[in-house]
């Protein structure tokens, strides 16, 4: 057979559909790979979290942060109209800043930057399994982990008192756009019936 007859039949015709059809299969089987990596990476950080979240009332909201990530993240999926994989090589970068977060929060002991380095590396590795299209629809989802992170030790205690008095500020006006008779007393709401007073656990 010659040359020419060679490429003319099917099946050196069918190649590079092939090949075209199994680069998808890589890229999703890497992508999955890599998503199994960051979890068994991560699953101490998530333990931790979950400790503080059971035991700290004003973080109790973070089992909500990763089910609404979650939500946000099929919705931009769906939105993306099947746009097809273009990995790129700078996700190395974004995840290897990430994992730089990851150690210093080590080093350090510091929950907060183990919890925030999370999405950091979520977003390497889609951007580079994924391709920027992707990682862009993605961003805000994967940001919105940052709300799984505690905030710093010492901190909480000096946003305490700023957060509950705006906590009062926007209770004050929510009930009087309701048409109740409120009237604020620095953190104590007064009703005609009864005197709210707004704790360090209602400041969120």
């Given at each position: 057979m010659s040359r020419h007859e060679e490429l003319a039949s099917p099946s050196a015709a069918a190649r590079p559909s092939a090949l075209g059809?199994?680069?998808?299969?890589?890229?999703?089987?890497?992508?999955?790979a890599l998503g199994v990596a960051a979890l068994a990476l991560y699953l101490p950080v998530l333990r931790d979290l979950v400790s503080v979240w059971l035991r700290v009332t004003y973080y109790s909201y973070g089992f909500l942060v990763p089910l609404f990530s979650a939500y946000l993240a099929r919705e931009a999926?769906?939105?993306?109209?099947?746009?097809?994989?273009?990995?790129?090589?700078?996700g190395?970068?974004?995840?290897?800043?990430?994992?730089?977060t990851l150690a210093l929060g080590i080093a350090t002991g510091s929950l907060s930057l183990r919890a925030l380095s999370l999405p950091?590396?979520?977003?390497?590795?889609?951007?580079?399994?994924?391709?920027?299209?992707?990682?862009?629809?993605?961003?805000?989802?994967?940001?919105?982990?940052?709300?799984?992170a505690p905030l710093p030790e010492g901190a909480l205690p000096a946003l305490s008192l700023p957060l509950q008095r705006l906590a009062a500020l926007v209770a004050e006006h929510a009930l009087g756009a309701l048409g109740v008779a409120v009237t604020r007393d620095d953190l104590y709401?007064?009703?005609?019936?009864?005197?709210?007073?707004?704790?360090?656990?209602?400041?969120?």
């Open positions: 059809a199994s680069r998808p299969r890589a890229e999703t089987t890497a992508a999955v999926w769906n939105a993306s109209d099947g746009a097809p994989p273009r990995p790129a090589p700078a190395l970068l974004v995840t290897a800043a990430g994992l730089t950091v590396v979520l977003l390497g590795l889609v951007l580079l399994t994924l391709g920027p299209a992707h990682a862009r629809r993605l961003a805000f989802p994967i940001g919105f982990l940052v709300f799984m709401l007064r009703l005609p019936s009864v005197t709210l007073h707004v704790t360090e656990a209602c400041n969120g």
